[in-house]
């Protein structure tokens, strides 16, 4: 949403437009064609900069209005100390989306972006890109009126680059995830009453346009398989569940998927255990996990990797009638195993329980990552810096880490065990779905490892899903978390 932006690479000198970038280093020097546009000013930058206070690190701006001896509106000039060519990818994205700051309220609608030196090799080019989109999107789409009617409507970006060629390329395949970020965020941050259970399916299968096969479960159908607690959960609502399936046949006909499930609570009242009445409007985001793997599907549907990807997402909505689940019910599962309902609020491990359980009953996967906004104890213990991780692989926990650190969407490991997993152990039934106060993002971790045998696993609790403070590269309350760490970890290990 927001502005519509327009992203372009040419050569140097190929682009046009009423605003000009350029480039400065530490010591307030201009290379190759920034210094050939600087020139043309006449202008002292050593003066200007000790009026400006401004020093050239990166993420540093200082802007000339109509600068003389340029055919142009607007100068601005970039700081990139503290950019090096091996520097986090992360950080040229933050440099594009620090930019776009810059550029949005301008009047102009064109500029031209001198990238020189050799820290914009290609792919950090692409991040750029990236940054600048990211940067750029608001959901706005139900505002009638905008603070500022003399924004440009769209915006046109011209990257002059010295590798065309490759800066192209990277940004082709860097912009798959942006994408699917994107999407991702459209989803979790529509508003609860327009994106149900079903608008999330009819959005999901929207992906078939790019070659994604989309099966959708309906209600009997889970009856027939036993799915007793997802739709346990289900039961309180007018909205029809469903299990949304998303396949991307890339690799061999016959080798293992990698698959990742995802909570998708379209709005979560918590049920007859009701939540408190501040906050309860951010509980359309309930679905973060869910909008992450569809995010995802959607990017591996841009990129078309040659391997096997099985989507999977649990889609309810938990509310409470005269039909909703109790606190004290008992619940068969699809893998047979029974749940004491204590608490009708710790429901998206239910909805996971079945989903997780027929992912790896169907699709035996080489590996399942669930995401699901999850618990309360998590955001305690991490804030929103870091998703909780947990898993029975210590491989498969590492190559997410990596990845984190790799993206900027970051992860911590907790510890998992057979002390902990007895808290959820029930008199009435084979566990029960909390396990008491303490330990409770491990306690709803130990629930979901008994409905995934012996295949590598890890479940992401998504504290970092929504209702962050904004960063470089996102303004938006909702951020799209997971669509780029697990397309990293997949590129760097399973492609």
């Keep these: 949403m927001g502005q519509t932006l ?48 401004f ?59 001198i990238l020189d030196g050799d820290i914009f090799e290609a792919e950090n080019v692409a991040e750029i890109a990236a940054g600048l989109q990211l940067s750029n999107y608001r959901f706005d789409k139900y505002k009638t009126k905008t603070k500022d009617e003399e924004r440009p409507a769209e915006l046109k970006l011209t990257l002059e680059v010295n590798d065309v060629a490759g800066a192209k390329a990277a940004h082709k395949t860097r912009d798959c995830v942006t994408q699917g970020t994107l999407f991702a965020r459209d989803l979790v941050n529509e508003p609860a009453n327009t994106l149900g259970t079903l608008e999330f399916a009819e959005a999901v299968k929207s992906l078939e346009a790019d070659g994604m096969e989309v099966e959708l479960l309906d209600e009997p159908k889970m009856k027939e398989l036993g799915m007793g607690a997802l739709l346990g959960v289900a039961q309180g609502s007018v909205r029809p569940p469903r299990l949304a399936i998303m396949k991307w046949n890339g690799g061999a006909k016959d080798e293992a998927p990698v698959a990742f499930v995802g909570k998708g609570v379209v709005f979560d009242s918590g049920g007859l255990s009701i939540k408190p009445a501040g906050g309860m409007e951010d509980m359309k985001g309930d679905m973060g996990g869910a909008g992450a793997v569809a995010g995802l599907m ?25 039909n909703a689940q109790r606190p004290g019910d008992i619940v068969t599962s699809m893998s047979g195993q029974t749940i004491e309902v204590l608490n009708t ?68 490991r ?53 209702n962050v403070p904004a960063t470089a590269v996102n303004k938006s309350w909702a951020t799209g978390f997971g669509v780029y760490l697990l397309d990293q970890m997949m590129r760097n290990h399973y492609e």
């Design 298 to 322: 959607k990017t591996v549907s841009l990129r078309k990797p040659k391997i096997n990807v099985i989507g999977v997402i649990g889609l309810v909505e938990n509310m409470l009638d005269a």
């Design 6 to 53: 327009t992203i372009a690479i040419a050569e140097h000198g190929k682009g046009a437009g009423e605003n000009i970038v350029i480039t400065v280093d530490a010591d307030l020097k201009f290379s190759g064609e920034s210094k050939a546009i600087w020139d043309q000013t006449g202008l002292d930058i050593e003066k200007l900069a000790r009026a400006a206070k």
């Design 55 to 113: 020093k050239g690190k990166k993420g540093s701006f200082l802007p000339i209005l109509a600068p003389q001896n340029l055919d142009a509106d607007l100068l601005v000039i970039a700081g990139t100390d503290g950019l090096l060519k091996d520097s986090p990818k992360y950080e040229f994205a933050g440099f594009g989306g620090k930019l776009i700051d810059q550029l949005s309220t301008r009047p102009g609608a064109n500029t031209r972006v």
């Design 414 to 466: 907790f510890p998992m065990g057979p002390a902990y997993d007895k808290l959820i152990d029930s008199k009435n039934a084979d566990m029960k779905n909390i396990g008491g106060r303490w330990a409770g993002a491990i306690t709803a971790a130990q629930f979901l490892k008994r409905f995934v045998g012996e295949t590598d696993w890890a479940h992401l609790d998504l504290s970092t899903a929504m």
């Design 345 to 412: 609020d710790a429901e998206g491990r239910l909805v996971l329980a079945d989903a997780l359980w027929y992912t790896k009953e169907t699709f035996k996967p080489k590996f399942m990552v669930n995401l699901a906004t999850l618990t309360g104890a998590n955001m305690v213990a991490l804030g929103n810096e870091h998703a909780g991780l947990f898993s029975n692989s210590d491989e498969l926990a590492e190559h997410i880490t990596a990845a984190g650190l790799e993206t900027d969407e970051k992860v911590w």
